[in-house]
């Protein structure tokens, strides 16, 4: 845990973020420690732990369906706006129909509303950067199903962005409320 955070200490690129993953996943490390470490009280480790986070979680989400449940009941306390698109990110992923059985399984099996409740507060927030409002809508998307009224409630949501909002939201926007 010291080695890694010395490692997350210093500005890191892409090369890196993957080469620690690597390492991590080989030696086994807990995913439920790199979850923690997102919450690190320095913002900047926080956000290279969420990078390396959706990196091995995306790679290979089966690999960790144990810590899935751990991992969704953390989405209400990200608060750091560079960790809240790697959170958003992972969500939008294990959300989609094509998700592995196993996933929509384990998904199955946890109340969402309370992350269904934060997605709508990070889309609401205008704090809150484009991209994770837009995977966020993603995710919300891929649970009207289960809970039938956040297709309403997404819809109006996304309506109100896209008044004023950037090139990205109209576009995303416009494609939600056509599948919509």
């Known amino acids: 845990m010291d080695d890694l955070l010395k490692q997350l200490s210093n500005t890191i690129g892409k090369t890196k973020v993957l080469e620690l993953s690597r390492l991590l ?17 320095d913002k900047d480790i926080a956000f290279r732990a969420a990078w390396i986070l959706e990196n091995i979680f995306l790679h290979d989400p089966s690999r960790y369906e144990n810590d899935i449940a751990y991992l969704v009941s953390r989405i209400k306390d990200v608060k750091y706006a560079s960790c809240q698109r ?12 094509k998700t592995l059985p196993l996933i929509k399984e384990k998904l199955q099996q946890l109340d969402l ?5 934060q997605c709508f507060d990070w889309m609401i927030d205008p704090k809150v950067k484009i991209a994770v409002k837009c995977f966020t809508a993603e995710a919300l998307f891929n649970l009207r199903q289960r809970y039938p009224w956040i ?6 949501q996304v309506k109100f962005l896209m008044r004023n909002g950037t090139a990205a939201i109209q576009s995303r926007g416009k494609k939600l409320l056509a599948k919509l």
């Open 25 to 41: 996943k080989e030696q086994q490390f807990a995913l439920r420690d790199l979850i923690d470490l997102t919450f690190y009280a």
């Open 86 to 97: 790697h959170y958003a990110k992972i969500l939008m992923h294990i959300t989609d129909p």
């Open 113 to 117: 509303e309370p992350t269904v409740e």
């Open 151 to 156: 297709q309403d409630e997404l819809a109006n």
